[in-house]
Protein backbone atom coordinates (compact mmCIF):
# COMPACT_ATOMS: atom_id res chain seq x y z
CA UNK A 1 0.00 0.00 0.00
CA UNK A 2 1.37 3.91 -0.80
CA UNK A 3 2.04 5.90 1.80
CA UNK A 4 0.79 9.57 1.18
CA UNK A 5 2.59 11.95 2.49
CA UNK A 6 0.49 15.13 1.60
CA UNK A 7 -3.46 14.17 1.91
CA UNK A 8 -5.63 16.81 1.58
CA UNK A 9 -9.76 16.87 1.53
CA UNK A 10 -12.73 19.19 0.42
CA UNK A 11 -10.28 22.17 0.99
CA UNK A 12 -11.73 25.58 0.47
CA UNK A 13 -10.27 28.93 1.00
CA UNK A 14 -12.17 32.45 0.21
CA UNK A 15 -10.22 35.72 0.26
CA UNK A 16 -13.58 37.95 0.16
CA UNK A 17 -15.18 37.81 -2.28
CA UNK A 18 -12.89 35.62 -3.87
CA UNK A 19 -12.82 31.89 -3.65
CA UNK A 20 -9.32 30.92 -4.38
CA UNK A 21 -10.15 27.10 -3.43
CA UNK A 22 -13.27 25.43 -3.80
CA UNK A 23 -13.74 21.93 -2.39
CA UNK A 24 -10.09 20.66 -3.52
CA UNK A 25 -9.12 16.83 -2.57
CA UNK A 26 -6.07 15.20 -3.37
CA UNK A 27 -3.36 13.20 -2.12
CA UNK A 28 0.74 13.23 -2.82
CA UNK A 29 1.83 9.68 -2.56
CA UNK A 30 5.80 9.16 -1.00
CA UNK A 31 8.44 9.29 -3.51
CA UNK A 32 6.50 11.43 -6.08
CA UNK A 33 7.30 14.21 -8.10
CA UNK A 34 3.85 16.00 -8.50
CA UNK A 35 3.54 18.82 -10.74
CA UNK A 36 0.88 21.73 -9.77
CA UNK A 37 -0.02 23.31 -13.13
CA UNK A 38 -2.94 26.14 -13.62
CA UNK A 39 -3.26 29.34 -15.10
CA UNK A 40 -2.49 32.73 -12.89
CA UNK A 41 -4.87 32.87 -10.18
CA UNK A 42 -5.73 29.56 -10.48
CA UNK A 43 -5.32 28.83 -6.82
CA UNK A 44 -1.37 27.07 -6.53
CA UNK A 45 0.15 29.06 -4.06
CA UNK A 46 -2.90 29.49 -1.86
CA UNK A 47 -2.52 25.30 -2.13
CA UNK A 48 0.80 25.39 -1.07
CA UNK A 49 0.61 27.79 1.38
CA UNK A 50 -1.90 25.05 3.10
CA UNK A 51 0.26 22.65 3.19
CA UNK A 52 3.20 24.89 4.76
CA UNK A 53 0.42 25.89 7.36
CA UNK A 54 0.25 29.67 6.54
CA UNK A 55 -2.70 29.32 5.68
CA UNK A 56 -5.30 27.96 8.15
CA UNK A 57 -8.12 25.37 6.61
CA UNK A 58 -11.60 27.86 5.71
CA UNK A 59 -13.23 23.91 5.43
CA UNK A 60 -11.58 20.86 4.56
CA UNK A 61 -8.54 19.29 5.87
CA UNK A 62 -5.08 19.32 5.25
CA UNK A 63 -2.69 16.23 6.82
CA UNK A 64 1.41 16.45 5.85
CA UNK A 65 3.01 13.94 7.24
CA UNK A 66 -0.26 12.69 8.83
CA UNK A 67 0.13 16.28 11.07
CA UNK A 68 -1.72 19.01 10.64
CA UNK A 69 0.61 21.59 9.40
CA UNK A 70 -1.54 24.60 11.54
CA UNK A 71 -1.17 22.84 14.83
CA UNK A 72 2.53 21.56 14.58
CA UNK A 73 4.26 23.95 12.34
CA UNK A 74 7.85 21.66 13.66
CA UNK A 75 6.38 18.50 13.35
CA UNK A 76 5.92 19.67 9.53
CA UNK A 77 8.19 22.18 8.30
CA UNK A 78 11.16 20.81 9.54
CA UNK A 79 10.48 17.93 6.84
CA UNK A 80 9.62 20.62 4.36
CA UNK A 81 12.19 22.18 2.04
CA UNK A 82 10.33 25.23 0.63
CA UNK A 83 11.52 27.25 -2.36
CA UNK A 84 8.61 30.54 -2.07
CA UNK A 85 7.30 32.43 -5.26
CA UNK A 86 8.87 35.13 -4.03
CA UNK A 87 12.36 33.90 -2.97
CA UNK A 88 12.31 36.12 -0.01
CA UNK A 89 15.90 35.92 1.03
CA UNK A 90 16.93 38.64 3.78
CA UNK A 91 19.23 41.43 1.30
CA UNK A 92 21.74 42.18 3.63
CA UNK A 93 23.37 38.48 4.35
CA UNK A 94 25.96 36.95 2.12
CA UNK A 95 25.47 33.32 0.91
CA UNK A 96 27.76 32.10 3.50
CA UNK A 97 25.95 33.76 6.24
CA UNK A 98 22.24 33.06 4.87
CA UNK A 99 23.58 29.04 4.80
CA UNK A 100 24.93 29.59 8.62
CA UNK A 101 21.79 31.03 9.37
CA UNK A 102 19.27 28.69 7.88
CA UNK A 103 21.58 25.68 8.83
CA UNK A 104 20.50 26.80 12.61
CA UNK A 105 17.37 26.34 11.71
CA UNK A 106 17.76 22.30 10.78
CA UNK A 107 20.03 20.19 12.51
CA UNK A 108 19.76 17.61 9.40
CA UNK A 109 21.98 20.55 7.12
CA UNK A 110 24.38 18.39 5.34
CA UNK A 111 27.89 20.70 4.82
CA UNK A 112 28.55 18.42 2.26
CA UNK A 113 26.22 18.58 0.15
CA UNK A 114 25.33 22.10 0.54
CA UNK A 115 29.08 22.96 -0.50
CA UNK A 116 28.25 20.63 -4.13
CA UNK A 117 25.22 21.72 -4.04
CA UNK A 118 26.78 25.47 -4.15
CA UNK A 119 29.58 24.46 -6.97
CA UNK A 120 26.90 23.07 -9.10
CA UNK A 121 24.95 26.28 -8.87
CA UNK A 122 28.34 28.60 -9.21
CA UNK A 123 27.21 30.63 -5.94
CA UNK A 124 29.72 32.40 -4.61
CA UNK A 125 30.04 32.59 -0.47
CA UNK A 126 30.82 36.33 -0.30
CA UNK A 127 28.20 37.81 -2.43
CA UNK A 128 25.64 39.42 -0.98
CA UNK A 129 22.05 38.32 -1.13
CA UNK A 130 21.07 42.09 -2.46
CA UNK A 131 23.56 41.82 -5.63
CA UNK A 132 21.99 38.09 -6.64
CA UNK A 133 20.59 38.01 -10.09
CA UNK A 134 17.02 36.31 -10.65
CA UNK A 135 18.28 33.27 -11.50
CA UNK A 136 21.48 33.17 -8.77
CA UNK A 137 18.11 33.80 -6.46
CA UNK A 138 16.22 30.78 -7.05
CA UNK A 139 19.30 28.31 -7.12
CA UNK A 140 20.15 30.26 -3.80
CA UNK A 141 16.57 29.43 -2.60
CA UNK A 142 17.17 25.79 -4.32
CA UNK A 143 19.76 25.02 -2.35
CA UNK A 144 18.61 26.25 1.30
CA UNK A 145 15.49 23.88 0.43
CA UNK A 146 17.80 21.04 -0.28
CA UNK A 147 20.34 20.92 1.90
CA UNK A 148 19.00 19.80 5.10
CA UNK A 149 18.03 16.48 2.77
CA UNK A 150 14.21 16.95 3.56
CA UNK A 151 11.54 14.23 2.79
CA UNK A 152 9.44 16.56 1.32
CA UNK A 153 10.13 19.53 -1.32
CA UNK A 154 7.52 22.28 -1.91
CA UNK A 155 8.82 24.70 -5.02
CA UNK A 156 6.61 27.48 -6.09
CA UNK A 157 7.49 28.09 -9.54
CA UNK A 158 11.29 27.02 -9.45
CA UNK A 159 11.91 28.04 -12.67
CA UNK A 160 10.18 30.78 -13.07
CA UNK A 161 11.47 33.94 -15.13
CA UNK A 162 14.92 31.51 -15.50
CA UNK A 163 16.64 31.56 -18.56
CA UNK A 164 16.24 27.68 -19.95
CA UNK A 165 20.32 26.71 -18.80
CA UNK A 166 19.32 27.51 -14.76
CA UNK A 167 16.09 26.02 -15.45
CA UNK A 168 17.74 22.87 -16.26
CA UNK A 169 19.94 23.07 -13.30
CA UNK A 170 16.68 23.12 -10.98
CA UNK A 171 14.99 20.51 -12.68
CA UNK A 172 18.07 18.45 -12.59
CA UNK A 173 18.68 19.16 -8.96
CA UNK A 174 14.86 18.05 -8.27
CA UNK A 175 15.51 14.64 -10.66
CA UNK A 176 18.45 13.85 -9.01
CA UNK A 177 17.76 14.27 -5.15
CA UNK A 178 13.85 12.31 -5.95
CA UNK A 179 15.47 9.70 -7.90
CA UNK A 180 18.58 9.10 -5.77
CA UNK A 181 16.79 9.52 -2.32
CA UNK A 182 13.15 8.26 -3.00
CA UNK A 183 11.70 11.88 -1.38
CA UNK A 184 8.93 13.44 -2.53
CA UNK A 185 8.86 17.16 -4.44
CA UNK A 186 5.56 18.89 -5.15
CA UNK A 187 6.20 22.02 -7.14
CA UNK A 188 3.91 24.05 -9.10
CA UNK A 189 4.64 25.48 -12.70
CA UNK A 190 3.50 27.18 -15.87
CA UNK A 191 6.08 25.45 -18.16
CA UNK A 192 3.97 22.46 -19.10
CA UNK A 193 6.69 20.90 -21.24
CA UNK A 194 9.15 20.53 -17.62
CA UNK A 195 6.31 19.23 -15.86
CA UNK A 196 5.80 16.66 -18.57
CA UNK A 197 9.56 16.12 -18.31
CA UNK A 198 9.80 15.64 -14.70
CA UNK A 199 6.39 15.02 -13.04
CA UNK A 200 5.02 11.18 -12.61
CA UNK A 201 1.64 12.85 -11.30
CA UNK A 202 -0.05 16.31 -11.90
CA UNK A 203 -2.99 18.34 -10.79
CA UNK A 204 -4.54 20.68 -12.69
CA UNK A 205 -6.09 23.84 -10.67
CA UNK A 206 -8.64 26.01 -12.62
CA UNK A 207 -10.16 28.94 -10.78
CA UNK A 208 -10.01 27.39 -7.43
CA UNK A 209 -11.39 23.54 -8.52
CA UNK A 210 -9.80 20.46 -9.05
CA UNK A 211 -9.88 19.82 -12.84
CA UNK A 212 -8.30 17.13 -13.11
CA UNK A 213 -5.26 14.96 -10.79
CA UNK A 214 -3.89 11.34 -11.82
CA UNK A 215 -0.59 9.99 -12.84
CA UNK A 216 0.83 11.45 -15.70
CA UNK A 217 0.60 8.31 -17.94
CA UNK A 218 -3.02 8.40 -17.59
CA UNK A 219 -3.28 12.16 -18.32
CA UNK A 220 -1.25 11.38 -21.51
CA UNK A 221 -3.11 7.67 -22.35
CA UNK A 222 -6.58 9.36 -21.81
CA UNK A 223 -5.91 12.26 -24.47
CA UNK A 224 -5.63 11.93 -28.06
CA UNK A 225 -6.05 13.75 -30.87
CA UNK A 226 -8.01 13.09 -33.90
CA UNK A 227 -7.36 14.63 -37.63
CA UNK A 228 -11.02 13.80 -39.66
CA UNK A 229 -12.27 14.75 -42.52
CA UNK A 230 -16.08 15.18 -43.41
CA UNK A 231 -17.52 13.98 -47.03
CA UNK A 232 -19.08 17.64 -46.83
CA UNK A 233 -17.82 20.93 -45.53
CA UNK A 234 -18.89 21.63 -41.94
CA UNK A 235 -19.55 25.16 -40.70
CA UNK A 236 -18.38 24.04 -36.98
CA UNK A 237 -17.57 21.43 -35.74
CA UNK A 238 -20.03 19.16 -34.27
CA UNK A 239 -20.99 18.70 -30.20
CA UNK A 240 -20.25 15.34 -29.73
CA UNK A 241 -19.58 14.06 -26.00
CA UNK A 242 -15.44 13.47 -25.52
CA UNK A 243 -14.29 16.09 -28.22
CA UNK A 244 -12.74 19.08 -25.87
CA UNK A 245 -11.89 21.16 -28.37
CA UNK A 246 -11.02 21.32 -32.21
CA UNK A 247 -9.12 23.48 -35.15
CA UNK A 248 -9.56 23.50 -38.62
CA UNK A 249 -12.45 24.22 -41.10
CA UNK A 250 -14.47 22.96 -43.78
CA UNK A 251 -14.00 19.09 -44.39
CA UNK A 252 -10.68 18.59 -42.41
CA UNK A 253 -10.65 19.33 -38.30
CA UNK A 254 -8.20 18.66 -35.64
CA UNK A 255 -9.76 17.93 -32.51
CA UNK A 256 -8.60 16.93 -29.08
CA UNK A 257 -10.28 14.26 -27.93
CA UNK A 258 -10.94 12.84 -23.67
CA UNK A 259 -12.06 8.86 -23.31
CA UNK A 260 -15.18 8.21 -24.66
CA UNK A 261 -12.65 6.62 -28.04
CA UNK A 262 -15.73 4.00 -29.30
CA UNK A 263 -18.79 6.45 -28.79
CA UNK A 264 -16.64 9.37 -30.72
CA UNK A 265 -15.39 7.13 -33.52
CA UNK A 266 -19.37 5.38 -33.99
CA UNK A 267 -20.53 9.32 -33.40
CA UNK A 268 -17.93 10.11 -36.21
CA UNK A 269 -19.01 7.44 -39.10
CA UNK A 270 -22.69 8.65 -38.61
CA UNK A 271 -21.31 12.08 -39.37
CA UNK A 272 -19.95 10.77 -42.77
CA UNK A 273 -16.27 11.39 -41.44
CA UNK A 274 -13.19 9.74 -41.64
CA UNK A 275 -10.60 9.67 -39.47
CA UNK A 276 -7.45 10.03 -41.23
CA UNK A 277 -4.87 10.03 -38.13
CA UNK A 278 -4.62 9.62 -34.28
CA UNK A 279 -1.86 11.09 -32.27
CA UNK A 280 -0.87 11.78 -29.23
CA UNK A 281 -1.30 15.64 -27.55
CA UNK A 282 1.47 17.11 -25.31
CA UNK A 283 1.07 17.86 -21.65
CA UNK A 284 0.51 21.42 -22.72
CA UNK A 285 -2.34 20.47 -25.57
CA UNK A 286 -4.36 18.68 -23.19
CA UNK A 287 -4.43 21.35 -20.82
CA UNK A 288 -5.35 23.94 -23.15
CA UNK A 289 -8.38 22.11 -24.07
CA UNK A 290 -9.43 21.16 -20.56
CA UNK A 291 -9.13 25.05 -19.68
CA UNK A 292 -11.16 25.72 -22.86
CA UNK A 293 -13.48 22.93 -22.35
CA UNK A 294 -13.94 24.09 -18.85
CA UNK A 295 -14.78 27.58 -19.79
CA UNK A 296 -17.52 26.45 -22.00
CA UNK A 297 -19.38 24.56 -19.87
CA UNK A 298 -18.82 27.09 -16.95
CA UNK A 299 -20.36 29.61 -19.50
CA UNK A 300 -23.15 27.38 -20.36
CA UNK A 301 -23.89 27.17 -16.80
N1 LIG B 1 -3.85 37.23 0.63
C1 LIG B 1 -4.75 37.35 -0.34
N2 LIG B 1 -5.70 38.28 -0.31
C2 LIG B 1 -6.63 38.39 -1.27
N3 LIG B 1 -6.67 37.61 -2.38
C3 LIG B 1 -5.73 36.66 -2.48
C4 LIG B 1 -4.71 36.49 -1.49
N4 LIG B 1 -3.92 35.45 -1.88
C5 LIG B 1 -4.41 35.02 -3.07
N5 LIG B 1 -5.50 35.74 -3.42
C6 LIG B 1 -6.32 35.54 -4.64
O1 LIG B 1 -6.63 34.17 -4.72
C7 LIG B 1 -6.53 33.70 -6.07
C8 LIG B 1 -5.52 32.57 -6.15
O2 LIG B 1 -4.22 33.12 -5.95
P1 LIG B 1 -2.89 32.23 -5.99
O3 LIG B 1 -1.76 33.14 -5.67
O4 LIG B 1 -3.10 31.04 -5.12
O5 LIG B 1 -2.86 31.78 -7.51
P2 LIG B 1 -1.67 31.09 -8.34
O6 LIG B 1 -2.27 29.94 -9.07
O7 LIG B 1 -0.53 30.79 -7.43
O8 LIG B 1 -1.31 32.25 -9.35
P3 LIG B 1 0.10 32.60 -10.09
O9 LIG B 1 0.34 31.52 -11.08
O10 LIG B 1 -0.21 33.90 -10.74
O11 LIG B 1 1.15 32.69 -9.02
C9 LIG B 1 -6.17 34.92 -6.90
O12 LIG B 1 -7.34 35.47 -7.43
C10 LIG B 1 -5.55 35.86 -5.89
O13 LIG B 1 -5.72 37.20 -6.29
Given at each position: M????I??????R???K?Q??A?V???V???????LV?E???G????LK??L?F??????????F?L?PV?D?????????H?????????????????E??R????K??????EE?R?M???T??????T?S?G???????????????P?????E??S???????????D???????D???????????L????????????????????????????V??Y??T???A??QP????????????????E??????????????????L??E?????A???????????K??ARS?F??
Amino acid sequence: MSTHVIEIENLSRRFGKKQALANVSLSVPEGAVFGLVGENGAGKTTLLKHILGFLKPQSGTVRVFGLDPVADPPGVLSRIGHLSESRDLPPWMTVRELFEFTRAFYPKWDPVYAEELRMMFELTMTQKVTTLSRGQLARAGLLLALAHRPPLLVLDEPSSGLDPLVRKDILDAIIRTVVDEGRTVLFSSHLLDEVQRVSDRIAVLDQGQLLLTSTLDEVLVSHYRLTVSFAEPQPCFPVLTGALTWTGSGKEWDVICNGQRQELEAALRELDAEILEQTAPTLEEIFVARMKSAARSSFKD
